[in-house]
């Protein structure tokens, strides 16, 4: 919210802030005790040069389309200034900008020539002195500034100060518990705990005509989505140009100046934090205000726009069946003010914050009011706000204040009260506060308390909706006694059960050997969209959809962490980075079958790694692409550094539509499915802009419950080994791990190492058929092995190859 130094002084003279040097101190103390300050400073840029000049004479240029003279008196001395301006009429008050006059974005005004006549500065608009379109007044749009009539200021004043614009203003950046800020009046509170200064608070009486309001309105409300509702009925008011002082107010927080009526809506919202609207009383064709839920209807709202409503998702203000206003949002074109406006009904309410905010982001309509309700309102203010807001009616437009207040709902909780000992605010901050240092503090918030030795009883006022439990209490108790009084210093108990998991330890491990294999981690979202969620699943799951997304393209919680990964490496491949080799480890979910609402998803944890592109260039010139045998290199050395139980098997696979069916396997260890490894699909390849691009992904979780966490070693051999190489005839289509296995199975307990050294194709082997070498490894770690032994084995592994897979031997 921006707040007006100026404004604030109006009730606390003494607030300690005179210029920007005491704004930034007072930015701090803001920042260490209850917001972030956005920016400090002026909401308009300074100008040197400006006066308040009356218009004495206006004449038109001999030949001249649209140029006029005009003779403006700026107090001691009359110019002569030569004009555009569409709106220039004898006798206003208007922004004169003398010769040397600095304007923003450096412009110098000079005096000059103009078809002919001397020009003696400028008459300037408001846009020409820094206001931005959304806040000056519309009336002024197309020509200059004209002070109202019933202005206070005089030929020769200084402009700046005339506008208003030399007010200092402290933009703070609220989150969202702390609503009650987002009004002057809930600044005065928070300056006053912070600086120990007391306000004056807002006073008025108001003054009601004869005739009812209850005689010329009904209202009926759900109390669920509007708790309270108040109306009051003003007639006979006339529309016009709001004074001076109210337009500074507005422009400066950020408003556009519209009307008096509308003004003074605005005013005492920003004053009170209380938004309020104001309808068109002969507008309303049934006089009968309801509050409720939307239907299946339009409205169009008073930017112009016409919007869909849907059934049962939106509050309305209807006036019999015609929807006036979307609650709390923005008003409605059919019963707007305008300057023929005579008799008005002002609505003060707080409305269901839920379902304004779900109206607000449907239409993207966040307005200052929607803001505040969104927020949390104080209720115990809403009926006080009417009331001050029918009184300033009734001094700028005129009028008489229908008798009485339409109550529709006014069913006010009673404050909540907090029982808090002194034992458990210093129990909790590890301070030494005292008694008085409670008391006092409570007092500085203007919390109401009963004190029963170390006992409170604090109660809550309804400005501040955040405070519901004693830890809240003791929030506020320790911003304002002091962050920097909390004692700094080591628990006193140590946990002796400190350091890692075997878990943790073996998370550390995959990451380390990883990274050592020459791959970078990386760390994607865990959010995504519908389409990349499910790919590279093994089986479909219901997906896990957040309620209330940021984007729809963060809506989805992953169910595959390469699926993210590969979002990464595209993300790189678009900046010029073909060489990639990233891993992740993260979590996926998935959603409980039967779509329990009460159930949380599914978590699980998955490896995975993406390389695409070259390897690193050596000086042998190696400039090849990395092909399958890359990734399954990576895979085959990360599983053997792990030390799982049991055997790896890897078997070729067609499954995945996101994989190239020709080059992909999925892994087993021993029949369980542990992932797959292989080539993505050029198609999804060529989608994300990637060159061949090769991964793998495990499922973590089997890897934990598999993995040995001790180590066993054995000493080195005492005794030689025999290598035997053994040549076989396969044909192509035979996967190498069913010979390997076969050679395993049959070898006998001495052997050690089973390595592929060879593979051969050539027409004169045959069609569809390969050669493969493979060299066994034999040793007896007890005593030395003879050939008789290694030659029986070599025996057995020949015949088990011919008799289960037709492979002979050459």
């Known amino acids: 919210m921006k707040i007006s130094v100026n404004w604030i002084k109006e009730f606390m003279p003494d607030f300690p802030v005179n210029n920007e040097a005491d704004a930034q101190k007072i930015s701090d103390k803001l920042a260490l005790t209850s917001t972030e300050v956005e920016d400090k400073g002026y909401q308009i840029p300074q100008s040197t040069g400006l006066v308040v000049g009356q218009v004495l004479e206006v004449r038109s240029i001999e030949n001249s389309t649209h140029l006029k003279i005009t003779i403006v008196n700026a107090g001691k001395k009359d110019y002569q200034v030569v004009t555009g301006a569409p709106n220039v009429v004898k006798g206003q008050l208007v922004v004169l900008a003398l010769p040397g006059a600095h304007l923003p974005e450096n412009k110098l005004i000079e005096a000059t020539e103009l078809d002919g006549q001397i020009s003696q500065g400028m008459l300037v608009s408001l846009q020409e002195i820094g206001f931005d379109d959304a806040i000056a007044p519309k009336k002024h749009e197309a020509g200059i500034y004209v002070f109202p009539s019933d202005s206070e200021v005089q030929p020769g004043d200084d402009a700046v100060k005339a506008l208003g614009i030399d007010d200092l203003m402290i933009n703070t950046e609220l989150t969202a518990n702390r609503?009650?800020?987002?009004?002057?009046?809930?600044?005065?509170?928070?300056?006053?705990?912070?600086?120990?200064?007391?306000?004056?608070?807002?006073?008025?009486?108001?003054?009601?005509?004869?005739?009812?309001?209850?005689?010329?309105?009904s209202a009926s409300v759900d109390p669920t989505l509007a708790n309270p509702y108040y109306l009051r009925i003003v007639n006979h008011v006339t529309v016009k140009e709001s004074p001076l002082w109210l337009q500074r107010r507005l422009w400066n927080s950020g408003i556009r100046p519209i009307n008096n009526l509308v003004d003074v809506t605005n005013y005492v919202m920003l004053l009170l934090g209380q938004p309020m609207h104001v309808f068109d009383l002969d507008q309303l064709h049934h006089h009968e205000i309801r509050v409720a839920l939307s239907s299946d209807e339009t409205i169009t709202t008073l930017d112009g726009e016409k919007r869909q409503l849907k059934a049962g998702e939106d509050i309305v203000v209807y006036d019999g069946q015609d929807p006036q206003m979307l609650a709390g949002v923005m008003g409605g074109s059919q019963s707007e003010v305008t300057e023929n406006t005579s008799n008005v009904v002002l609505e003060s309410a707080v409305f269901n914050p839920v379902l304004i905010r779900k109206t607000a982001r449907r239409f993207n309509l966040?307005?200052?009011?929607?803001?505040?309700?969104?927020?949390?309102?104080?209720?115990?203010?809403?009926?006080?706000?009417?009331?001050?807001?029918?009184?300033?009616?009734?001094?700028?437009?005129?009028?008489?204040?229908?008798?009485?207040?339409?109550?529709?709902?006014?069913?006010?909780?009673?404050?909540?009260?907090?029982?808090?000992?002194l034992g458990d605010i210093n129990g909790y901050l590890g301070t030494q506060a005292s008694l008085d240092d409670a008391a006092d503090i409570w007092r500085r918030l203007s919390f109401v308390f009963e004190q029963d030795g170390d006992n409170f009883l604090v109660t809550v006022p309804q400005r501040r909706p955040d405070i519901t439990i004693k830890a809240d209490l003791i929030e506020e108790f320790v911003r304002i006694y002091g962050y920097e009084k909390i004692p700094a210093h080591l628990p006193q108990a140590v946990n002796q059960k400190s350091g890692l998991t075997a878990d943790q330890k073996l998370d550390r491990s995959i990451r380390e050997i990883l990274l050592a294999l020459g791959l970078t981690q990386a760390i994607s979202y865990s959010l995504t969209t519908t389409e990349f969620a499910s790919q590279f699943t093994s089986q479909?799951?219901?997906?896990?959809?957040?309620?209330?997304?940021?984007?729809?393209?963060?809506?989805?919680?992953?169910?595959?962490?390469?699926?993210?990964?590969?979002?990464?490496?595209?993300?790189?491949?678009?900046?010029?980075?073909s060489d990639i080799r990233l891993f992740e480890t993260g979590d996926v979910f998935y959603g409980r079958p039967d779509n329990d609402p009460d159930q949380l998803p599914i978590e699980k944890q998955q490896i995975a790694a993406v390389i695409s592109g070259k390897p690193s260039a050596d000086w042998q010139h190696n400039d090849q692409n990395y092909d399958f045998y890359d990734i399954k290199g990576l895979l085959t050395a990360l599983l053997s550094k792990l030390n799982l139980k049991g055997k790896i098997l890897f078997k070729k696979s067609q499954s995945q539509p996101e994989m190239h069916p020709g080059q992909t396997a999925d892994v087993y260890l021993d029949d369980q499915y542990l992932g797959f490894v292989g080539q993505i699909n050029p198609q999804l390849a060529n989608q994300y802009k990637l060159g061949r691009t090769f991964v793998f992904?495990?499922?973590?979780?089997?890897?934990?419950?598999?993995?040995?966490?001790?180590?066993?070693?054995?000493?080195?051999?005492?005794?030689?080994?025999?290598?035997?190489?053994?040549s076989l005839l396969v044909d192509k289509n035979l996967q190498a791990a069913d010979i390997v296995s076969i050679i395993t199975k049959n070898a006998g307990s001495y052997l050690r190492q089973v390595n592929l050294v060879d593979v051969y194709e050539g027409t004169e082997l045959g069609q569809q058929k390969k050669s493969l070498s493979y060299r066994l490894q034999f040793v007896n770690p007890d005593a030395t092995l003879t050939d008789e032994i290694v030659n029986a084995a070599m025996a057995r592994i020949s015949t088990a190859l011919f008799d289960q897979l037709r492979v002979t031997t050459r």
């Open 366 to 421: 966040h307005s200052q009011a929607s803001q505040r309700f969104e927020r949390g309102i104080d209720v115990s203010n809403s009926r006080k706000a009417l009331d001050y807001a029918a009184a300033l009616i009734k001094d700028l437009a005129g009028g008489e204040i229908a008798q009485g207040v339409i109550e529709a709902q006014a069913d006010i909780a009673k404050e909540k009260q907090i029982a808090i000992s």
């Open 697 to 726: 992904q495990l499922d973590s979780n089997l890897v934990h419950d598999r993995c040995q966490h001790g180590t066993d070693y054995r000493p080195l051999d005492k005794f030689p080994t025999i290598e035997r190489d053994l």
């Open 540 to 577: 479909a799951r219901p997906l896990v959809k957040l309620a209330y997304p940021m984007s729809q393209e963060h809506a989805v919680m992953r169910q595959s962490v390469l699926a993210t990964l590969i979002q990464a490496a595209a993300y790189n491949a678009a900046r010029k980075i």
């Open 179 to 217: 609503g009650d800020m987002l009004s002057i009046r809930g600044n005065l509170y928070e300056f006053s705990a912070l600086f120990e200064k007391d306000f004056k608070k807002i006073d008025f009486d108001i003054q009601e005509s004869a005739q009812t309001a209850a005689s010329q309105l």
